[in-house]
């Protein structure tokens, strides 16, 4: 039996990279699955190719997580395209790099918007429709709970938040039945940061397992965490970076 057999997934930022390994795995145990894209339009067609050639249904929907409303739309014209929604990945998300004194406000202002206050009310809308067993899961960062190299302040602060935003959701939906955890990868072979660099040699020596992972592994977290296995656990940061934070 497939453990998302009629469940509705809705996966921002899916078009490539781990949203894509994400929106594949769960359709491979019979969810109907929902991405959403800024650009890249061809990379998100080929991932709704692959998931209704696997004979499930899949739709992409082009949704801007910097935009107060694009995401709350794209949430409204799920439920009204399949009935509902009972899984919300928060995957989306941004990364600007710069020595502290030339962050500038509207660097600010885009990374908070895009990292958490899309995560914030892509929960609080998709909340409003799920039932008992819902689950809100949120890929945040490793850089959440140690940062080895400078230029990462922003983005550091961003997936810190995350955390408390988790926790506060996982209080107020639990009462319903709905979970809320958070991931923080690690280094993960995706085109944004490839295996291939010098930095990539960088980070693997600090690694305990001296590897990157790949976007199935942070999606067999995901899967579980959607599961009926993981009813009990709610809250949660888990850390998957092959031993980089230890």
Known sequence: M????????FITGGSRGMGAGIAK???AEGANVVITYVHA???ANQVVAAINKSGQQALAIQADNASPTAINDAIEKTVATFGGIDILVNNAGMYVGKPLAEYTLADFDKTMSVNVRAVFLASQKAAQYMKAGGRIITIGSNMAERVTFPTGTLYAMSKSALIGLTKGMARDLGSQGITVNLIQP????TDMNPANTALADVLRSAMAIPKYGEPEDIAELVAYLASEESRFMTGASLTIDGGFNI
Request: overall charge positive.
């Open 25 to 27: 795995r769960m359709a």
């Open 186 to 189: 690690g280094a993960t072979d």
């Open 2 to 9: 497939k453990r998302f057999t009629n469940k509705v997934v």
């Open 41 to 43: 339009a061809d990379l």
